[in-house]
């Protein structure tokens, strides 16, 4: 059996990760992951089945299993700093009506024996109607990649990131007694 230190040393398995998903924890980290386990795990016997298998192979295989996990760790960090998408339209709606109406009613009347009719009474309006209307919409909308997200969390939130996917990779490839 291998150390894990000697197979991170040969294989670059989280730059394989990296290659297969860029999750935002490990893009431009991928070197510093494998330095960390090294250093914290490098003792720890890799499992014969890892070992014999191409690191690409691993590497997707670590993130067919591991990728819900993975965000959600950032997920859950994120949501303690309040790092949500924002959006934001500005909208102007400028509504105008105008409605001009005018009625002429007449009432007429013949007598008898007459053709023609005569005025008897009536009713004449006039109405004008306007309405002017002004909307004003605010709507913001801005957003963030999830790269510019895990840079926009703590130090504490990212040590705590790396921990857990460093442990979940070393739990899945290592025996846990040296």
């Known amino acids: ?46 499992l014969d089945v890892y070992s014999e298998k191409n690191v690409s192979e691993i590497a997707k295989y670590m993130v067919l299993m591991f990728k819900p996990k993975w965000e959600l760790y950032l997920e859950m960090e994120e949501l303690k700093f309040n790092l949500d998408e924002v959006k934001n339209i500005d909208e102007t709606i400028a509504d105008t009506e105008a409605r001009n109406s005018s009625k002429n009613d007449t009432n007429k009347t013949a007598s008898f024996n007459e053709t023609e009719l005569i005025d008897e009474g009536g009713m004449e309006s006039i109405s004008n ?16 990649s999830p790269i510019v997200k895990y840079r926009m969390l703590q130090e504490t939130s990212k040590t705590s990131i790396l921990e857990r996917v460093i442990k979940d990779v070393v739990q899945e490839l290592t025996l846990p007694i040296y």
Not at 18 to 45: C, H, T, W
Not at 129 to 144: A, P
């Open 129 to 144: 109607d306007d309405v002017n209307r002004d909307k004003t919409r605010l709507l913001t909308e801005t957003k963030i």
């Open 1 to 46: 059996m291998v150390t894990l230190s000697a197979y991170l040393n040969d294989n670059e398995l989280f730059n394989a990760i990296e290659a297969i998903e860029p999750f935002p924890f490990l893009v431009g980290e991928a070197d510093n992951y494998s330095l960390i386990a090294s250093m914290n795990y490098g003792q720890r016997k890799v």
